[in-house]
């Protein structure tokens, strides 16, 4: 029937694999699935500049909140700085006093994700003035943030505002958690304003106004005690009840080395004015770079969450000077499929060029590269009925399912050159060829369908396993089907006429 209807079938064929590109769309996307490992983070930010201690009396509470969750069994916490990398896809993060971080550890891993978006949730409202977010543990590296864009530019101001925009439509959109920018907030300067002619006559030097702040203040580190192994700094200050306000600065005596005496800081200093400034500038080739960051929201992937804030990141004006480009997972995604694409031509041209040195003809190559694309269709439906993303693990499946449906493609095709060979009529050749080739095939896509099967319980391999085990089996179906009509095609062979009964014949009961 296949091969009476020739131009129906390849239509068929032909309008089922463009639906499949066009539904592929309706597919989630992710680089790498969350891994199955029970531990998740509890990032934790204070305000720019938060004294430590501050830090860890925070983190204390937060700890005792996190301990108080069910599936909790142990709790590690970190202030200060993050951990040692313990494993590849760790990310630690550099010394800082206002940092914390939580690594968790739960009873089962398949809980956390209901946890994660709960803690979410509620723990901002118990610490108002710190920024909160839970993350789980993904296969893959770590990319910083699900959503991430720079701005690249000479002026720090500009670029705050350029950021200030994009965190704005961050919070239109609703897609995405814990928006924030990698400078964080600026810290308070107290700048004291020099009278350099007074201080010169005094014989006092900026250097030691600045020895007279230090100790005023944060404290002054005049040396290390050494205990066993470790170094402890020895800073001098005053106590701390005179550790008040900008009042006691100008109560303090600063040493001159010329007037080999203290001078009083009013005499070199008139004033004292506190502004903000930026604390913390990042720099990217050497240019001053603010990224923009947040996470995927509820059950959202992060290329949705991408997608639904694309558009208006990139509508936003850039002054002259200044750059814009995306990070996080859609950067690493796409270095990640560059790279790999890099070498798919080589391997395709190897593929190609194999092909067509084994039949000798071109024909029945283009049969097998024709039959390729039909892989399709199945790993869409897979896709869409487990509902499971299409991650790198999904794409590397993918592009090995041409290697399989060729070899389906190359068994049938040679069984019909043979019968032909051998003299058999073409189209019974056709039919003869692709029945005795149907258990060879069947058997051979079955056979690699039911050894993928154990992988769809693993978290990383399930993406693949669904898009080989769903796009072999539509395929060889189609592959029986569809390769006998192209070559009947190809070839131009047709359907023996019926030749109609002789007139006057006797009629048969």
Do not use: C
Request: charged content about 20%; overall charge negative; aromatic content about 8%.
């Amino acid at each position: 029937m296949a091969l009476r209807a020739r131009v129906l079938v390849v239509l068929t064929v032909v309008g089922i694999t463009v639906w499949s590109v066009m539904a592929f769309g309706q597919v989630k996307q992710a680089f790498f699935p969350a891994s199955n490992t029970p531990i998740f983070y509890v990032e934790f930010q204070m305000p720019q500049g938060t004294d430590i201690r501050v830090t860890n009396e925070e983190m204390a509470r937060l700890e005792a909140i996190i301990l108080g969750e069910e599936i909790v069994t142990d709790v590690t916490t970190l202030v200060g700085r993050g951990a040692s990398r313990f494993m590849l896809t760790y990310n630690p993060e550099q010394a800082d006093a206002s940092y914390g971080q939580l690594i968790v550890r739960a009873t089962d891993a398949t809980l956390i994700p209901d946890v994660a978006a709960r803690l979410n949730r509620e723990l901002p409202a118990q610490f108002p003035n710190a920024l909160i977010r839970v993350e789980e543990i993904v296969f893959g590296p770590p990319a910083g943030a699900d959503v991430a864009v720079r701005f690249s530019g000479p002026d720090p101001v500009v670029l705050r505002q350029l950021s200030d925009n994009a965190l704005a439509i961050f919070d239109e959109a609703g897609t995405i958690t814990n928006p924030r920018t990698d400078w964080r907030q600026r810290e308070i300067l107290v700048e004291p304003i020099v009278d350099e002619a007074r201080m010169r006559l005094a014989g006092a030097t900026r250097g030691s106004i600045s020895d007279t702040v230090q100790y005023g203040t944060s404290g002054l580190r005049v040396g290390t005690l050494r205990e066993g192994d470790a170094e402890i700094p020895m800073y001098l200050r005053l106590p701390e009840v005179e550790r008040d306000g900008l009042d006691r600065l100008r109560d303090l005596s600063v040493w001159s080395p010329g007037a080999n005496d203290y001078v009083p800081m009013t005499n070199l200093v008139s004033s004292f004015e506190p502004r903000l400034v930026e604390a913390l500038i990042h720099r990217r080739d050497r240019e001053r770079t603010i990224t923009v960051l947040g996470g995927a929201g509820g059950d959202l992937t992060a290329d949705e969450a991408f997608r639904s804030v694309r558009t208006d990141i990139e509508a936003i004006r850039l002054p002259e000077g200044y750059t814009m480009e995306w990070g996080g997972e859609f950067e690493s995604a796409g270095e990640a499929q560059a790279s790999l694409g890099k070498q798919l031509s080589l391997g395709f041209l190897v593929m190609l060029t194999i092909s067509i040195l084994m039949f000798n003809k071109v024909r029945q190559p283009l049969i097998l590269w024709l039959v390729v694309p039909m892989s399709v269709t199945g790993m869409v439906l897979g896709l869409l009925f487990t509902g499971l993303p299409f991650t790198f693990t999904a794409l590397l499946g993918f592009l090995s399912l041409s290697g399989m449906l060729m070899k389906n493609a190359i068994v049938l095709v040679e069984e019909i050159d043979q019968q032909r060979a051998e003299g058999v009529e073409d189209y019974q050749a056709v039919i003869d060829g692709s029945v005795s080739r149907l258990r060879p095939v069947v058997l051979a896509a079955g056979t690699t369908i039911f050894g993928m099967t154990p992988l769809i319980s693993d978290a990383f391999f399930a993406s693949m396993a669904v898009t080989i085990m769903g796009g072999l089996a539509f395929a060889s179906i189609l592959t029986l089907v569809a390769v006998p009509v192209l070559y009947a095609l190809f070839f131009l062979i047709k359907p023996p006429k019926q030749e109609n009964a002789p007139s006057g014949s006797p009629a048969t009961a």
